[in-house]
Nanobody, 128 residues
Framework: QVQVLEFGGGLVQAGGSLRLSCKASGLTFDGAIIGWFRQAPGKEREGLSCVTWTGGNTYYADSVKGRFTISRDNAKNTLYLQMNNLKPEDTGMYYC?????????????????????WGQGTQVTVSS
């Protein structure tokens, strides 16, 4: 059974940084694609960054490009999202999703294809 668990959210002032973690288990990591989404209050879920677990292409949404960095620790089966220069509009629930690699990182992050596995989310609040 695939399980995805996010942690690391919290309250931070604008301009600050946070690092989110996503630990996955039960997943066939070879060829898997895993990524981060955000849902702000009253808005649709937005794909922020997706990456192939074993390396290759990385997708970033324009809204976070240059401020957020996705990385992974294969030994720990953990995905990270380093968020710098946070803005109040970054406030929302952050979700980690995982799926197979038969599609691309863009397919998942654009929302064209839905991840089959999701975590419960971790809240990020950025105060002005």
């Amino acid at each position: 059974q695939v399980q995805v668990l996010e942690f690391g959210g919290g309250l931070v002032q604008a301009g600050g940084s946070l690092r989110l973690s996503c630990k996955a288990s039960g997943l066939t990591f070879d060829g898997a694609i895993i990524g981060w989404f955000r849902q702000a209050p009253g808005k649709e879920r937005e794909g922020l960054s997706c990456v192939t677990w074993t390396g290759g292409n990385t997708y970033y949404a324009d809204s976070v490009k240059g401020r957020f960095t996705i990385s992974r620790d294969n030994a720990k089966n953990t995905l990270y999202l380093q968020m710098n220069n946070l803005k109040p509009e970054d406030t929302g629930m952050y979700y980690c999703g995982a799926g197979s690699g038969v599609v691309t990182e863009y397919d998942y992050c654009s929302g064209a294809i839905d991840f089959p596995y999701w975590g419960q989310g971790t809240q990020v609040t950025v105060s002005s």
